[in-house]
């Protein structure tokens, strides 16, 4: 894990056993590393398809105002590529535009995985968006994938 995960010393590292948490951490951990660890390693098939994803796309890249540009590229490939990077680069501006695009996309596995990506990146009304996905996608396969994610525990399964 110590190679997937970063680690960022503490510089104000006390020592272990301190009554303070914040003094008591040796390092913190990138929190996009970790999800994207976690994803791979315990994700349901989306789950750990977009970690890979992003984990090749990223880097140390933790800006999502570089990534957004890639939502309106003419190539669904990038856009592929673009919604999973805002599935681990969690922001507002990020889960706004997953939305849009789990709406409006013309690509439907452009649609399906903007819909994971949203409720993965903590969308308010995700079970709202997949039940919609339900009965209006005019793509039956997003229609499908939005019918048995709703009938997961966690949008880790997915």
């Given at each position: 894990?110590?190679r997937?995960?970063?680690?960022?010393?503490?510089?104000?590292?006390?020592?272990?056993?301190?009554?303070?948490?914040?003094?008591?951490a040796?390092?913190?951990?990138?929190?996009?590393?970790?999800?994207?660890?976690?994803?791979?390693?315990?994700?349901?098939?989306?789950?750990?398809?977009?970690?890979?994803?992003?984990?090749?796309?990223?880097?140390?890249?933790?800006?999502?105002?570089?990534?957004?540009?890639?939502?309106?590229?003419?190539?669904?490939?990038?856009?592929?590529?673009?919604?999973?990077?805002?599935?681990?680069?969690?922001?507002?501006?990020?889960?706004?535009?997953?939305?849009d695009?789990?709406?409006?996309d013309h690509?439907?596995?452009?649609?399906?995985?903007?819909l994971?990506?949203?409720?993965?990146?903590?969308?308010?009304?995700?079970?709202?968006?997949?039940?919609?996905?339900?009965?209006?996608?005019?793509?039956?396969?997003?229609?499908?994938?939005?019918?048995?994610?709703?009938?997961?525990?966690?949008?880790?399964?997915?």
């Open positions: 894990m110590t997937q995960v970063r680690r960022i010393p503490n510089p104000s590292f006390e020592y272990r056993f301190s009554g303070n948490s914040d003094l008591a040796e390092y913190f951990f990138d929190p996009t590393d970790a999800l994207i660890y976690a994803a791979k390693r315990w994700g349901g098939r989306e789950c750990s398809l977009q970690a890979m994803l992003a984990s090749r796309e990223l880097g140390y890249l933790r800006d999502p105002a570089f990534v957004l540009p890639g939502l309106k590229a003419p190539s669904f490939e990038v856009r592929l590529a673009t919604i999973a990077c805002l599935a681990f680069l969690w922001s507002d501006e990020g889960t706004s535009r997953l939305k695009a789990a709406l409006h690509e439907p596995g452009v649609r399906q995985s903007a994971w990506a949203y409720a993965f990146a903590g969308g308010a009304d995700a079970r709202s968006l997949f039940y919609k996905a339900v009965s209006d996608d005019p793509n039956h396969l997003v229609q499908e994938f939005a019918r048995q994610t709703l009938r997961m525990d966690s949008w880790w399964q997915a």
